[in-house]
């Protein structure tokens, strides 16, 4: 069974940094894609970033490219996302999530705020 376990999130100002964590555990993930997805308040979740487990080949979605960076530790089975230059934009629920096939697993969650 497939655990996600996010960390890393809090309060910033504008202009700080966090770095986001994402435990997985439960199976090899050399076929997944790890992505990291983001809730606001009365919104939709979307996508963040990405990273396909066994190359490192990364995609980001406009309105963190530049400022966000996703890596993975693969010894660790841990993937990241470090956030710069934070905007109140970016003010979210982040979730982890890995996909493989028609496969999707998600974490439970945490919290960015991001103060002006």
């Known amino acids: 069974q497939v655990q996600l376990v996010e960390s890393g999130g809090g309060l910033v100002q504008a202009g700080g940094s966090l770095r986001l964590s994402c435990a997985a555990s439960?199976?090899?993930?050399?076929?997944?894609?790890m992505g990291w997805f983001r809730q606001a308040p009365g919104e939709e979740r979307s996508f963040v970033a990405l990273i396909v487990w066994s190359t490192g080949i990364t995609n980001y979605a406009d309105s963190v490219k530049g400022r966000f960076t996703i890596s993975r530790d693969v010894a660790k089975n841990t993937v990241y996302l470090q956030m710069n230059s934070l905007k109140p934009a970016d003010t979210a629920v982040y979730y982890c999530r890995a996909a493989q096939g028609s496969y999707r697993y998600w974490g439970q969650g945490t919290q960015v705020t991001v103060s002006s």
């Open positions: 439960g199976r090899t993930f050399s076929g997944y894609t």
